[in-house]
């Protein structure tokens, strides 16, 4: 149909491996594992933009034989629905909600009906753009999450494109952010080390930087970047929150 379209998907992806007990220690431990997903989406165009709805089931069993013999399942149900709405050419604003069910299992030990969590993410994003070659996104995002609340984060990007000479254009660009990334369920859980108290990791990050479009095959690119990032997860005899800030800098050429 002109305005309307369904998409159908699936898939099963299946993993096999052997591995020794540790660092110079030979050993015969298996692992297999198998993922499953289905899902479908359906698109609404209109003139101005469209309207699109997508709901995805995924399960993933990991099975482990040997010296660490244990048993995972785990299962995620995943709906987003976003609008893109172009009200001329210089502005666009895209729009949407985020919907996710996340359970884990671990054989005899743990089970999804103590484990599972809910995320619920509305977002908003407007992207500005001029002829001269000037364009702006920015965009906000509420993560409200069943364990850990809400959280605002969001983003900003200028940038700004023109003509060095005949054959090299040029791109000045920027960016400021914040992320919220919640512990997994596994860090949370597992008798491998789990742990109940683990804060969320945030940063802020910032970049510049430049490009060179040399031409149609060649593209130079030097960006400068700083992170600020708190409650960092790292695993010593357990997951847990190993530095309460930590800074990062560096240089991508």
Not at 54 to 64: E, F, G
């Amino acid at each position: 149909n002109p305005m309307w379209r369904i998409d159908l998907f699936g898939g099963v992806d299946w993993f096999d491996a052997e591995f020794d007990d540790g660092a110079f220690m030979d050993g015969y431990n298996t692992q297999e594992q198998l993922q499953k997903r289905i899902g479908v989406s359906g698109t609404w165009d209109y003139a101005m933009g469209y309207i699109k709805l997508i709901v995805q089931h995924s399960a993933l069993n990991r099975d482990i034989a040997g010296n660490y013999a244990t048993k995972y399942d785990g299962s995620t149900l995943y709906t987003e629905i976003n609008h893109k709405h172009e009200f001329n050419s210089n502005l666009t604003l895209l729009s949407g909600l985020n919907f996710q069910r996340i359970g884990y299992e671990e054989d005899k030990l743990v089970s999804k009906d103590t484990t599972s969590f809910t995320i619920i993410d509305p977002y908003f994003s407007v992207l500005f753009s001029l002829p001269s070659g000037f364009n702006v996104h920015a965009g906000v995002r509420v993560n409200n999450h069943s364990n850990y609340g809400s959280k605002l984060i969001y983003n900003f990007n200028p940038s700004w494109v023109f003509r060095a000479s005949r054959q090299t254009r040029v791109k000045l660009f920027a960016s400021a952010s914040t992320s919220f990334i919640a512990p997994t369920l596994f860090q949370l859980h597992t008798t491998w080390g789990g742990n109940l108290n683990l804060q969320p990791e945030e940063s802020f990050n910032s970049e510049y930087g430049v490009s060179f479009y040399a031409s149609s095959k060649l593209t130079l690119t030097a960006v400068n970047f700083f992170r600020q990032e708190r409650n960092i997860v790292g695993y010593t005899f357990q997951y847990e929150n190993i530095d309460a800030v930590r800074n990062v800098k560096g240089v991508t050429l």
